[in-house]
Each structure stands twice: as C-alpha cells, then as structure tokens.
C-alpha cells in the first residue's frame, strides 16, 4: 500500500514512491501461480485534477509457470510496465487515501502474461496415452496418428484374417 494523501491534497503533484511487492501467488481463472521474486515497483503518482491521478510505473517477476507441452514449472520473467489514468475513487485500487499496489501489480501482470511458456526449446511433452512426461524417458504406448477417414479401410483388413 501507498499513502496517496500528499498527492491527492494537491493539483497537479507528483510523487515518486517504491513499494515492496508482498504478492505470494497470482490468481486467475485459469490457474493459481507462484511468484518466486519480484523486484519493488517503482511508482510515479501524478494528481491531474478533477480527482484524476496519472500513475505509472514498473517492476519484475519471476513466476512459475507450467510448460505448455509437458507442464512443468518454469521459471518466467515478467516485466510490467504501465501509466494509467485512475478515478480516485477506483474502488479496485484506492482505498481511502491508500493505492493498492499488490492489485495494481496483479492485474497489469495479467496483461502481460507469456501466451506460451516452454521448459525448453525441444521439450517432448506428455504421452498422449498415459500422460507420462516424455523428457523423462519413453513408454511403450501406440502413439501411431490414424486417419479417421480410413477407419473403415482398417476394419475390413483387421476383420479379413478372421
């Protein structure tokens, strides 16, 4: 949290602030994710009238995220990097004369988010059949891609020894 009452007091003030990232994990709809560390997020809050603020400002995370092919945890850097302009009555991020940090940080993450995160370049991924990582080692499952359209082709063979 950031006290905003020195900024919000007067027109046109700006303030030059860290906070400390205190955020554990991240949380949305599509899973929970936790942030290894983060760097302090450096803020600059300007008051822009009429009960706008201009905020802006970055800072790092390192987050484990799930390989998209064999869902391991991998350690992924996201930068944010952000200048919004806020009512200063945003109920998500203001409270009072206070501005939430974590929230700020945890929805600007968002927005950022890698579209695809990969533990390496070549990673074989999960066994279709058992769900085995294959980075691991091989199974012995048939794997073989068949076509649906020659399943009846196939009938007639495996049917024709009978």
């Not at 109920?91 to 940080?105: F, H, M, P």
């Not at 600007?108 to 999960?126: F, S």
Request: aromatic fraction near 4%.
């Amino acid at each position: 949290m950031v006290d905003l009452t020195e900024v919000l007091l007067t027109d046109g003030k700006v303030i030059k602030r860290e906070a400390d990232i205190t955020l554990r994990k991240l949380s949305y709809r599509f899973g929970d994710f936790k942030i290894r560390s983060a760097s302090p997020l450096s803020l600059t809050i300007e008051n822009k009238g009429e009960k706008k603020l201009m905020i802006s400002g970055q800072a790092s995370l390192e987050v484990l995220i799930p390989c998209a092919r064999c869902l391991e945890p991998v350690a992924s850097r996201i930068d944010i990097q952000f200048e919004n302009e806020l009512d200063a009555e945003d109920k998500d991020y203001i409270d009072g004369y206070s501005l939430n940090t974590d929230q700020l940080v945890h929805d600007e993450a968002l927005l950022v988010w890698p579209e695809r995160v990969l533990c390496k370049e070549d990673c074989k991924g999960l066994c279709p059949v058992c769900g085995k990582n294959r980075n691991l080692g091989s199974c012995d499952c048939d794997t073989t891609v068949r076509d649906p359209r020659m399943a009846k082709i196939l009938d007639i063979f495996n049917n024709a020894g009978k």
